[in-house]
């Protein structure tokens, strides 16, 4: 069976790696285990046909440990399973989250009429994958309850539409990006800095592991690296680093060096 997109290929893989999420050509969800290559799941939206997925991430929630009695010492037992989650965002402007342990659609964020109004570019759990932030071209980014599924808030992310999410690795900092760049303290909800250095809307953003840098990138070919460390200057907006490629990049990372090193 060919399982091979007709378009670009939605694909991601969990943070630890262990698991890979692939949407078919027939935009159906299926779930590998990367250790054994086995296929865990293959999970069918009710509306597969008639959706457009457009972006795709994973989360997980850690649940407490089973708490003991005092009368009789018990050997430790494992933390049970995580709840495991996986965003699809749609060109309709909802957000399809799919609980992947139980292989049923949690919620469908937005159905209802209280989400975007246009396609959703992007989704990123925050705060141990308790809640969930979508960007559209609606210009807004949402806040959602990932167990109620309802909406926390909403704001203005950018007046030309909000292509990109980002958060910094210690969880303070919501990263927004059109063509410019904006970092917001979450907990004022209120911008703290802002970047530019691309003439395209960005495609790929990344923090490096030790939050110290920021890597940008779009179809201008252009990879900026921008130091956004506890001691940088808020008010400069321009890159340290510009890389110009001969193509459009694909994707950005950081290599274990480069952070074992506090270097971009």
């Known amino acids: 069976m060919d399982i091979t997109p007709a378009g670009p290929v939605m694909c991601a893989f969990d943070a630890a790696c262990s698991a890979w999420a692939l949407v078919t ?3 159906r969800l299926k779930l590998w285990d990367t250790s054994t290559g ?3 799941q ?3 939206h009710a509306a597969h046909l008639a959706t457009v997925y457009t972006c795709i991430t994973w989360g997980y929630v850690q649940t407490s440990p089973p708490k003991h009695g005092k009368k009789k010492k018990k050997k430790a037992s494992a933390s049970p399973p995580e709840a ?3 965003a699809l965002g749609t060109e309709q402007g909802t957000v399809v989250l799919w609980d992947a342990v139980k292989g049923e659609v949690l919620h469908e964020l937005g159905a209802t009429g209280d989400g975007h ?3 959703v570019n992007d989704v990123i759990f925050w705060a141990d994958s308790r809640v969930l932030f979508s960007a559209s071209d ?3 980014v949402i806040e959602w309850d990932v167990s109620s599924g309802k909406v926390i808030s909403s704001f203005q992310g950018s007046k030309l539409g909000v292509r990109k999410l980002c958060v910094r690795p210690d969880g303070d900092v919501l990263v927004t990006a059109h063509a410019a760049i904006k970092l917001w303290d979450l907990s004022s909800r209120q911008v703290i800095r802002k970047l530019t250095g691309h003439a395209t809307p960005i495609r ?3 923090f490096s592991p030790d939050g110290l840098f920021l890597a940008s990138s779009a179809a201008d070919r252009a990879v900026n690296i921008f130091y956004v460390g506890p001691d940088s200057d808020s008010s400069d907006e321009c890159a340290v680093i510009t890389l110009l490629l001969d193509r459009v990049p694909v994707c950005v990372s950081y290599s274990p060096w ?3 090193t506090n270097g971009a």
């Open 25 to 27: 050509a027939d935009n």
């Open 38 to 40: 086995a296929l865990r």
């Open 42 to 44: 293959s999970l069918t």
């Open 84 to 86: 495991c989650y996986v």
């Open 117 to 119: 109004a246009s396609r």
């Open 138 to 140: 609606d210009k807004k």
């Open 204 to 206: 790929f953003l990344s």
């Open 258 to 260: 480069m952070a074992a």
